[in-house]
């Protein structure tokens, strides 16, 4: 079993999206093994989103990131970082498979209704930034 990180972004949220993703995702073979409601605020955001520190949009992207409250998760299946991002599609909708999350409820490269890590590495990172190992949940059954 893996896990990965997704946060159902500010856009997700304001667009009351957060239970057809949720349902999408768990359709999907996703366990949510974790999940809360947060704000960000400019050094949370900042801070998750580091590596992206020199790329020309990181303002921006920091700025959408604490526009609203968001649903960050944690997520668990057979090969579950590779399966999330090929069922959240594409970062830009506009290239995004036909029947992925961001192809169905995505506006923009940025607003992008979802996260997801891209690595082992990343979602080690990610998981720890918004959950302790308290949090996490034994979700064998359910
Ligand atoms: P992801 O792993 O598919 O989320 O994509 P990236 O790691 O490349 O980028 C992180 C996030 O930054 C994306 O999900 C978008 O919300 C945002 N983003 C990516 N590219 C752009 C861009 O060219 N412009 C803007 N404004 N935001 C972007």
């Known amino acids: 079993m893996q896990r990965t990180l997704a946060i159902l972004k500010p856009d997700c949220v304001r667009k009351n999206l957060v239970g057809k993703v949720l349902a999408h995702l768990q359709e999907a073979g996703f366990k949510i093994v974790a ?20 790329r020309p949009f990181f303002n921006d992207l920091v700025k959408f990131m604490t526009s609203g409250p968001c649903v960050p998760l944690v997520l668990e299946k057979e090969n579950a970082i590779q399966d999330y991002r090929k069922t959240i599609g594409a970062t830009d ?32 990172y990610e998981i720890a930034h918004f959950f302790s190992n308290a949090e996490l949940v034994d979700n064998f059954g359910a």
């Open 35 to 54: 999940m809360k409601m947060v704000h960000l605020n400019a050094k949370t955001a900042g801070e998750f989103y580091a590596v992206h520190k020199q």
């Open 93 to 124: 909708p506009a290239q995004a498979d036909e029947g992925t999350v961001r192809k169905l409820y995505a506006d923009s490269k940025e607003q992008n209704i979802v996260h997801g890590s891209d690595s082992p590495e990343s979602a080690a």
